[in-house]
Protein backbone atom coordinates (compact mmCIF):
# COMPACT_ATOMS: atom_id res chain seq x y z
CA UNK A 1 0.00 0.00 0.00
CA UNK A 2 1.15 3.37 -0.81
CA UNK A 3 1.51 5.81 2.18
CA UNK A 4 0.48 9.34 1.27
CA UNK A 5 3.96 10.46 3.13
CA UNK A 6 5.55 9.21 0.52
CA UNK A 7 4.34 10.94 -2.27
CA UNK A 8 6.01 14.35 -3.86
CA UNK A 9 4.70 17.74 -3.35
CA UNK A 10 4.65 19.93 -6.59
CA UNK A 11 5.86 22.71 -4.52
CA UNK A 12 9.68 20.82 -3.85
CA UNK A 13 10.94 22.35 -6.84
CA UNK A 14 9.81 25.66 -5.66
CA UNK A 15 10.63 28.98 -3.25
CA UNK A 16 9.76 28.54 0.37
CA UNK A 17 7.56 31.45 -0.35
CA UNK A 18 5.34 29.98 -2.76
CA UNK A 19 5.15 27.53 0.31
CA UNK A 20 4.28 29.63 2.50
CA UNK A 21 1.54 31.23 0.09
CA UNK A 22 0.44 27.90 -0.29
CA UNK A 23 -0.42 27.21 3.29
CA UNK A 24 -1.74 31.24 3.99
CA UNK A 25 -4.34 30.25 0.29
CA UNK A 26 -5.86 26.97 2.14
CA UNK A 27 -6.23 28.09 5.08
CA UNK A 28 -7.59 31.57 4.06
CA UNK A 29 -9.93 29.50 1.55
CA UNK A 30 -11.31 27.50 4.20
CA UNK A 31 -12.41 30.65 6.55
CA UNK A 32 -14.06 31.34 3.56
CA UNK A 33 -16.59 28.67 3.12
CA UNK A 34 -18.93 29.44 6.04
CA UNK A 35 -18.81 32.95 7.28
CA UNK A 36 -20.69 33.83 3.81
CA UNK A 37 -23.89 31.53 4.95
CA UNK A 38 -24.11 31.77 8.36
CA UNK A 39 -23.53 35.64 8.77
CA UNK A 40 -27.59 35.82 7.52
CA UNK A 41 -28.44 33.79 10.73
CA UNK A 42 -27.71 36.67 13.58
CA UNK A 43 -29.31 38.85 11.33
CA UNK A 44 -32.80 37.20 10.31
CA UNK A 45 -34.62 40.27 11.82
CA UNK A 46 -33.23 43.19 9.85
CA UNK A 47 -32.62 41.21 6.48
CA UNK A 48 -36.35 39.79 6.56
CA UNK A 49 -37.39 43.37 7.25
CA UNK A 50 -35.70 44.43 4.73
CA UNK A 51 -36.70 42.02 1.91
CA UNK A 52 -39.93 41.55 3.59
CA UNK A 53 -39.93 37.70 4.01
CA UNK A 54 -41.94 35.93 5.88
CA UNK A 55 -39.97 33.53 7.67
CA UNK A 56 -40.62 30.30 5.44
CA UNK A 57 -38.97 32.29 2.53
CA UNK A 58 -36.10 33.12 4.88
CA UNK A 59 -35.59 29.70 5.49
CA UNK A 60 -34.82 29.08 1.76
CA UNK A 61 -31.93 30.83 2.25
CA UNK A 62 -30.96 28.16 4.67
CA UNK A 63 -31.64 25.23 2.70
CA UNK A 64 -30.46 26.35 -0.42
CA UNK A 65 -26.92 26.26 -0.21
CA UNK A 66 -26.96 22.58 0.86
CA UNK A 67 -28.91 21.37 -1.79
CA UNK A 68 -26.31 22.95 -4.22
CA UNK A 69 -23.73 21.19 -1.71
CA UNK A 70 -25.25 18.13 -2.94
CA UNK A 71 -25.75 18.96 -6.15
CA UNK A 72 -22.54 20.92 -7.30
CA UNK A 73 -19.57 18.66 -5.43
CA UNK A 74 -20.65 15.87 -7.73
CA UNK A 75 -19.83 17.53 -10.41
CA UNK A 76 -16.55 18.74 -9.39
CA UNK A 77 -14.55 15.56 -10.95
CA UNK A 78 -15.93 16.85 -14.21
CA UNK A 79 -14.95 19.94 -13.42
CA UNK A 80 -11.09 18.98 -13.23
CA UNK A 81 -10.78 17.30 -16.64
CA UNK A 82 -11.21 20.75 -18.44
CA UNK A 83 -9.52 22.97 -15.47
CA UNK A 84 -6.86 22.93 -13.46
CA UNK A 85 -7.91 22.70 -9.57
CA UNK A 86 -5.90 25.91 -8.51
CA UNK A 87 -7.79 27.48 -11.47
CA UNK A 88 -10.78 26.42 -10.23
CA UNK A 89 -10.44 27.65 -6.71
CA UNK A 90 -9.58 31.22 -8.25
CA UNK A 91 -12.77 30.80 -9.92
CA UNK A 92 -14.75 29.52 -6.62
CA UNK A 93 -13.52 32.73 -4.49
CA UNK A 94 -14.24 35.34 -6.91
CA UNK A 95 -17.94 33.67 -7.39
CA UNK A 96 -18.39 33.53 -3.37
CA UNK A 97 -17.34 37.21 -3.58
CA UNK A 98 -19.98 38.12 -5.97
CA UNK A 99 -22.70 35.57 -4.38
CA UNK A 100 -22.29 37.30 -1.38
CA UNK A 101 -22.94 40.81 -2.75
CA UNK A 102 -25.88 40.13 -4.49
CA UNK A 103 -27.15 39.14 -1.20
CA UNK A 104 -27.10 42.78 -0.30
CA UNK A 105 -29.70 43.56 -2.79
CA UNK A 106 -32.96 44.65 -1.93
CA UNK A 107 -34.56 42.00 -4.17
CA UNK A 108 -35.24 38.62 -3.15
CA UNK A 109 -34.48 37.00 -6.61
CA UNK A 110 -31.31 37.92 -6.60
CA UNK A 111 -30.89 37.43 -3.00
CA UNK A 112 -32.07 34.10 -4.26
CA UNK A 113 -29.32 34.07 -7.10
CA UNK A 114 -26.60 34.85 -4.95
CA UNK A 115 -27.30 32.36 -2.27
CA UNK A 116 -27.13 29.98 -5.43
CA UNK A 117 -23.78 30.99 -6.55
CA UNK A 118 -22.56 31.52 -2.92
CA UNK A 119 -23.49 27.95 -2.53
CA UNK A 120 -22.05 26.44 -5.40
CA UNK A 121 -18.60 27.97 -5.32
CA UNK A 122 -18.69 27.05 -1.49
CA UNK A 123 -19.47 23.46 -2.83
CA UNK A 124 -16.53 23.89 -5.28
CA UNK A 125 -14.10 24.43 -2.90
CA UNK A 126 -15.32 21.80 0.14
CA UNK A 127 -14.42 19.33 -2.50
CA UNK A 128 -11.13 20.80 -3.71
CA UNK A 129 -9.38 22.32 -0.63
CA UNK A 130 -8.89 18.84 1.09
CA UNK A 131 -7.47 17.47 -2.38
CA UNK A 132 -5.11 20.25 -2.47
CA UNK A 133 -3.94 19.50 1.03
CA UNK A 134 -3.00 15.98 -0.19
CA UNK A 135 -1.20 17.20 -2.95
CA UNK A 136 0.72 20.54 -1.70
CA UNK A 137 1.87 18.85 1.40
CA UNK A 138 1.72 14.78 1.79
CA UNK A 139 4.01 14.48 4.69
CA UNK A 140 1.72 16.80 6.78
CA UNK A 141 -1.61 16.04 5.74
CA UNK A 142 -2.55 15.46 9.64
CA UNK A 143 -1.49 18.71 10.62
CA UNK A 144 -2.70 20.77 7.36
CA UNK A 145 -6.27 18.87 7.44
CA UNK A 146 -6.43 19.71 10.66
CA UNK A 147 -5.54 23.36 10.49
CA UNK A 148 -8.31 23.96 7.57
CA UNK A 149 -10.63 22.05 9.84
CA UNK A 150 -10.13 24.90 12.25
CA UNK A 151 -10.24 27.73 9.91
CA UNK A 152 -13.40 26.30 8.85
CA UNK A 153 -15.02 26.32 12.21
CA UNK A 154 -13.35 29.74 12.96
CA UNK A 155 -14.86 31.69 9.36
CA UNK A 156 -18.30 30.46 11.03
CA UNK A 157 -17.24 31.41 14.30
CA UNK A 158 -16.79 34.65 13.12
CA UNK A 159 -19.89 35.16 10.60
CA UNK A 160 -22.07 34.39 13.64
CA UNK A 161 -19.92 35.95 16.74
CA UNK A 162 -19.39 39.71 14.66
CA UNK A 163 -22.19 40.06 12.66
CA UNK A 164 -24.43 41.89 15.60
CA UNK A 165 -21.37 43.84 16.77
CA UNK A 166 -20.19 45.13 13.80
CA UNK A 167 -24.12 46.13 12.60
CA UNK A 168 -24.39 48.45 15.51
CA UNK A 169 -21.04 49.72 15.27
CA UNK A 170 -21.90 50.90 11.74
CA UNK A 171 -25.54 51.07 11.97
CA UNK A 172 -26.38 48.78 9.24
CA UNK A 173 -26.48 45.00 8.15
CA UNK A 174 -25.03 45.53 5.18
CA UNK A 175 -21.36 45.70 6.96
CA UNK A 176 -21.10 42.71 8.58
CA UNK A 177 -22.06 41.07 5.30
CA UNK A 178 -19.62 42.54 3.10
CA UNK A 179 -16.66 41.63 5.09
CA UNK A 180 -17.37 37.99 3.45
CA UNK A 181 -17.44 39.64 -0.07
CA UNK A 182 -13.90 41.04 0.31
CA UNK A 183 -12.32 38.36 2.13
CA UNK A 184 -12.61 35.71 -0.75
CA UNK A 185 -11.11 38.78 -2.75
CA UNK A 186 -8.26 38.98 -0.87
CA UNK A 187 -7.41 35.54 -0.94
CA UNK A 188 -7.66 35.25 -4.42
CA UNK A 189 -4.69 37.18 -4.72
CA UNK A 190 -2.64 35.19 -2.81
CA UNK A 191 -3.72 32.48 -5.12
CA UNK A 192 -2.49 34.05 -7.99
CA UNK A 193 0.64 33.20 -7.58
CA UNK A 194 -0.32 29.92 -7.20
CA UNK A 195 -1.67 29.43 -10.96
CA UNK A 196 2.24 28.57 -11.80
CA UNK A 197 1.60 25.01 -10.10
CA UNK A 198 -1.20 24.23 -12.87
CA UNK A 199 0.62 22.17 -14.66
CA UNK A 200 2.52 20.36 -11.78
CA UNK A 201 -0.83 19.26 -10.34
CA UNK A 202 -2.02 16.69 -12.48
CA UNK A 203 -2.85 14.12 -9.60
CA UNK A 204 -5.75 15.98 -9.39
CA UNK A 205 -6.33 16.87 -13.37
CA UNK A 206 -6.67 14.87 -16.46
CA UNK A 207 -8.64 11.92 -15.34
CA UNK A 208 -11.64 10.64 -13.86
CA UNK A 209 -12.17 7.70 -11.20
CA UNK A 210 -15.87 6.54 -10.25
CA UNK A 211 -15.99 4.85 -7.00
CA UNK A 212 -20.36 3.62 -6.67
CA UNK A 213 -18.79 0.09 -6.34
CA UNK A 214 -16.57 0.63 -3.50
CA UNK A 215 -17.70 -0.12 0.13
CA UNK A 216 -15.42 1.97 2.10
CA UNK A 217 -15.98 4.95 -0.01
CA UNK A 218 -19.53 3.72 0.70
CA UNK A 219 -18.64 3.98 4.58
CA UNK A 220 -16.88 7.16 4.25
CA UNK A 221 -20.04 8.99 2.39
CA UNK A 222 -22.55 7.79 5.04
CA UNK A 223 -20.16 9.24 8.07
CA UNK A 224 -19.69 12.06 6.52
CA UNK A 225 -23.53 12.40 6.18
CA UNK A 226 -24.67 11.48 9.28
CA UNK A 227 -22.24 13.71 11.40
CA UNK A 228 -23.30 16.39 8.67
CA UNK A 229 -27.03 15.87 9.56
CA UNK A 230 -26.24 15.46 13.57
CA UNK A 231 -24.05 18.90 13.70
CA UNK A 232 -27.00 21.13 11.38
CA UNK A 233 -29.89 19.49 13.30
CA UNK A 234 -28.46 20.39 16.62
CA UNK A 235 -27.24 23.77 15.98
CA UNK A 236 -30.57 24.95 14.20
CA UNK A 237 -32.57 23.46 17.46
CA UNK A 238 -30.01 22.96 20.40
CA UNK A 239 -31.52 27.12 21.36
CA UNK A 240 -35.01 25.89 21.23
CA UNK A 241 -34.57 22.96 23.12
CA UNK A 242 -33.18 24.59 26.23
CA UNK A 243 -35.21 27.69 25.72
CA UNK A 244 -38.14 24.91 26.61
CA UNK A 245 -36.58 23.53 29.08
CA UNK A 246 -36.51 26.42 31.34
CA UNK A 247 -33.10 27.69 30.02
CA UNK A 248 -33.37 32.03 29.23
CA UNK A 249 -32.38 33.02 25.70
CA UNK A 250 -28.92 34.14 27.04
CA UNK A 251 -28.08 30.57 28.59
CA UNK A 252 -28.91 28.84 25.77
CA UNK A 253 -27.69 30.70 23.08
CA UNK A 254 -24.21 30.45 25.49
CA UNK A 255 -24.45 26.84 25.10
CA UNK A 256 -25.07 26.68 21.77
CA UNK A 257 -22.00 28.60 20.83
CA UNK A 258 -20.03 26.41 23.22
CA UNK A 259 -20.54 23.85 20.54
CA UNK A 260 -17.75 25.70 18.03
CA UNK A 261 -15.34 26.76 20.71
CA UNK A 262 -14.80 23.45 21.91
CA UNK A 263 -14.59 22.00 18.65
CA UNK A 264 -11.55 23.47 17.93
CA UNK A 265 -8.89 21.19 19.48
CA UNK A 266 -10.40 18.34 18.24
CA UNK A 267 -10.22 20.14 14.80
CA UNK A 268 -6.29 20.31 15.32
CA UNK A 269 -5.80 16.76 17.21
CA UNK A 270 -7.78 14.38 15.37
CA UNK A 271 -6.50 14.53 12.06
CA UNK A 272 -2.83 14.69 13.62
CA UNK A 273 -3.51 11.43 15.46
CA UNK A 274 -5.77 10.08 12.33
CA UNK A 275 -2.57 10.71 10.09
CA UNK A 276 -0.24 8.61 12.42
CA UNK A 277 -2.39 5.77 13.05
CA UNK A 278 -2.74 2.75 10.76
CA UNK A 279 -6.57 2.67 11.61
CA UNK A 280 -9.03 4.92 13.20
CA UNK A 281 -11.14 3.03 15.12
CA UNK A 282 -10.25 4.30 18.59
CA UNK A 283 -11.21 7.70 17.16
CA UNK A 284 -13.89 6.51 15.60
CA UNK A 285 -15.25 4.87 19.18
CA UNK A 286 -14.30 8.36 21.40
CA UNK A 287 -15.47 10.33 18.99
CA UNK A 288 -18.98 8.40 19.04
CA UNK A 289 -18.68 8.05 23.00
CA UNK A 290 -18.60 11.84 23.84
CA UNK A 291 -21.51 12.62 21.01
CA UNK A 292 -24.03 10.02 22.58
CA UNK A 293 -23.07 11.06 26.28
CA UNK A 294 -23.43 15.08 24.96
CA UNK A 295 -27.08 13.66 23.73
CA UNK A 296 -27.83 11.33 26.31
CA UNK A 297 -27.20 14.07 29.18
CA UNK A 298 -29.33 16.94 27.34
CA UNK A 299 -32.06 14.22 26.78
CA UNK A 300 -32.11 13.34 30.33
CA UNK A 301 -31.46 16.53 32.41
CA UNK A 302 -31.24 19.27 30.04
CA UNK A 303 -31.50 21.91 32.79
CA UNK A 304 -29.10 20.24 35.07
CA UNK A 305 -25.60 20.90 33.02
CA UNK A 306 -26.62 22.41 29.72
CA UNK A 307 -22.89 23.88 29.05
CA UNK A 308 -21.14 19.98 29.78
CA UNK A 309 -23.60 18.26 27.26
CA UNK A 310 -23.09 21.27 24.85
CA UNK A 311 -19.21 20.75 24.98
CA UNK A 312 -19.57 16.95 24.81
CA UNK A 313 -21.91 17.64 21.78
CA UNK A 314 -19.48 20.43 20.02
CA UNK A 315 -15.98 17.82 20.62
CA UNK A 316 -17.96 15.08 18.72
CA UNK A 317 -19.18 17.29 16.06
CA UNK A 318 -15.58 18.53 15.58
CA UNK A 319 -13.62 15.47 15.52
CA UNK A 320 -16.24 13.70 13.21
CA UNK A 321 -16.00 16.95 10.73
CA UNK A 322 -12.25 16.49 10.88
CA UNK A 323 -12.26 12.68 10.84
CA UNK A 324 -14.20 12.62 7.73
CA UNK A 325 -12.35 15.10 6.24
CA UNK A 326 -9.24 12.56 6.86
CA UNK A 327 -10.58 9.68 5.70
CA UNK A 328 -10.72 11.50 2.12
CA UNK A 329 -7.02 11.45 2.36
CA UNK A 330 -6.07 8.78 4.14
CA UNK A 331 -8.50 5.63 2.38
CA UNK A 332 -7.25 7.17 -1.29
CA UNK A 333 -4.09 6.75 -3.34
CA UNK A 334 -3.69 10.16 -5.31
CA UNK A 335 -5.20 13.05 -6.49
CA UNK A 336 -7.51 11.86 -8.63
CA UNK A 337 -8.86 9.18 -6.07
CA UNK A 338 -9.84 11.97 -2.92
CA UNK A 339 -11.47 14.42 -5.38
CA UNK A 340 -13.54 11.39 -6.64
CA UNK A 341 -13.96 10.64 -2.99
CA UNK A 342 -14.33 13.88 -1.65
CA UNK A 343 -17.23 14.63 -4.13
CA UNK A 344 -18.81 11.44 -3.47
CA UNK A 345 -19.10 11.63 0.11
CA UNK A 346 -19.83 15.48 0.34
CA UNK A 347 -23.01 15.15 -2.37
CA UNK A 348 -24.97 12.69 -0.92
CA UNK A 349 -23.51 13.48 2.56
CA UNK A 350 -24.78 17.22 1.99
CA UNK A 351 -28.16 15.67 0.54
CA UNK A 352 -28.59 13.91 3.66
CA UNK A 353 -27.46 16.95 6.19
CA UNK A 354 -30.08 19.10 4.25
CA UNK A 355 -32.93 17.18 5.87
CA UNK A 356 -31.16 17.65 9.36
CA UNK A 357 -33.24 20.64 10.75
CA UNK A 358 -36.48 19.28 9.10
CA UNK A 359 -36.17 15.89 9.82
CA UNK A 360 -36.14 16.85 13.63
CA UNK A 361 -38.53 19.70 13.51
CA UNK A 362 -41.22 17.12 12.30
CA UNK A 363 -40.44 14.47 14.68
CA UNK A 364 -41.15 17.24 17.45
CA UNK A 365 -43.90 17.74 15.94
CA UNK A 366 -45.32 14.53 15.61
CA UNK A 367 -44.56 13.76 19.42
CA UNK A 368 -45.33 16.77 21.07
CA UNK A 369 -41.67 17.34 22.44
CA UNK A 370 -37.89 17.00 21.81
CA UNK A 371 -37.26 13.65 23.60
CA UNK A 372 -38.14 11.41 20.48
CA UNK A 373 -36.17 13.81 18.51
CA UNK A 374 -33.00 13.44 19.98
CA UNK A 375 -33.57 9.57 20.78
CA UNK A 376 -33.98 9.70 16.63
CA UNK A 377 -30.19 11.37 16.98
CA UNK A 378 -28.87 8.69 19.74
CA UNK A 379 -29.92 6.38 17.12
CA UNK A 380 -28.40 7.66 14.24
CA UNK A 381 -25.07 8.18 16.20
CA UNK A 382 -24.60 4.34 16.48
CA UNK A 383 -25.27 4.25 12.80
CA UNK A 384 -22.39 6.64 12.49
CA UNK A 385 -20.48 4.57 14.71
CA UNK A 386 -20.52 1.44 12.16
CA UNK A 387 -19.89 3.27 9.16
CA UNK A 388 -16.76 5.01 10.64
CA UNK A 389 -15.62 1.61 11.66
CA UNK A 390 -15.78 0.00 8.50
CA UNK A 391 -14.09 3.97 6.91
CA UNK A 392 -11.25 3.71 9.56
CA UNK A 393 -10.00 0.56 8.29
CA UNK A 394 -6.66 0.01 6.93
CA UNK A 395 -7.58 0.19 3.12
CA UNK A 396 -7.73 2.32 0.23
CA UNK A 397 -10.51 2.74 -2.11
CA UNK A 398 -10.07 0.36 -5.00
CA UNK A 399 -12.01 2.53 -8.01
CA UNK A 400 -14.71 0.88 -10.39
CA UNK A 401 -12.80 2.53 -13.46
CA UNK A 402 -10.11 4.77 -13.94
CA UNK A 403 -9.89 6.31 -17.44
CA UNK A 404 -7.56 8.93 -18.11
CA UNK A 405 -8.52 11.78 -20.46
CA UNK A 406 -6.50 13.88 -22.60
CA UNK A 407 -8.05 16.74 -22.38
CA UNK A 408 -6.32 19.51 -21.74
CA UNK A 409 -6.65 21.71 -18.23
CA UNK A 410 -6.27 25.37 -18.21
Known sequence: ????????????????????????????????????????????????????????AFGMLTTLPLICFAVISILVPLMTRFFSSITLVVFGLLIIALGVMLRLVASYPVVILGTLLLGSAIALLNVLIPVLVKVFFPGRVGLMTGLYSIMLSLGAGMGLYLAVPMMNHFNHWHYPVLVWALLPLVTSLIWLPLLKLRGDVKPVTGARVTLWKNPTAW???????LQSFYFYAIVTWLPKILMESGLDPFQAGTATAMINLVSIPFNLFVPILAARMRQQQPLVVLIFLLSFSGLAG?????????????SLIGMGAGGSLSLALSFFILRTRDGVQATALSAMAQSLGYLLASSGPVTLALVHDLSGHWLSALLLLMLLQIFQLAFGWKAASAVQVKPDTNIHSTDRTV
Open 1 to 56: MKRVDKQSSPLERYTLTLTGLAVLGLLLAAANLRGGLVVFSPLVMEVREALSLSAS
Open 219 to 225: AVTFYMG
Open 298 to 310: LWWAPQQAPMLWA
